[in-house]
């Protein structure tokens, strides 16, 4: 049979795993408190050439694989979506500007809602 996790272990571990998500978004609401006006710019046409790279590099993969119409336009708009949170906490676990990437985050999350819409329009 073998070895069994108690169940009270087993629940812990899993409060503590659900845990994760509300802080990070609180660290990355700390992040984007400090976020000035002049770092939004930046992160503006970083992320907008990130959509159209994105979804111009899934476009060309589904159709070079021949996906079927669902299968690709799944593919696209996930590849199309906002930048994850979790490359903020990259960021700030590895040294890089961690400033940028929260404006990066912030703005590519506003930007998918007009951007989501009219990816959708054209792979339907």
Not at 63 to 78: G, K, S
Request: aromatic letters at 8%; a positive charge.
């Amino acid at each position: 049979m073998g070895w069994k996790t108690p169940i009270f272990v087993t629940n812990t571990l899993s409060l503590i795993g659900q845990m994760a998500i509300p802080l990070m978004l609180i660290t990355l609401g700390v992040a984007v408190a400090r976020l000035t006006p002049g770092r939004l710019g930046r992160a503006l046409w970083l992320s907008a050439v990130k959509v159209a790279l994105c979804v111009g590099l899934a476009w060309a993969v589904g159709r070079w694989f021949e996906l079927p119409p669902v299968a690709f336009a799944v593919l696209v708009l996930h590849v199309g979506t906002a930048v994850a949170v979790t490359s903020y906490l990259l960021a700030e676990k590895y040294g890089a500007d961690s400033d940028a990437v929260a404006g990066l985050v912030v703005v590519s999350t506003l930007m998918a809602v007009v951007a989501l819409p009219v990816t959708l329009a054209f792979v339907m």
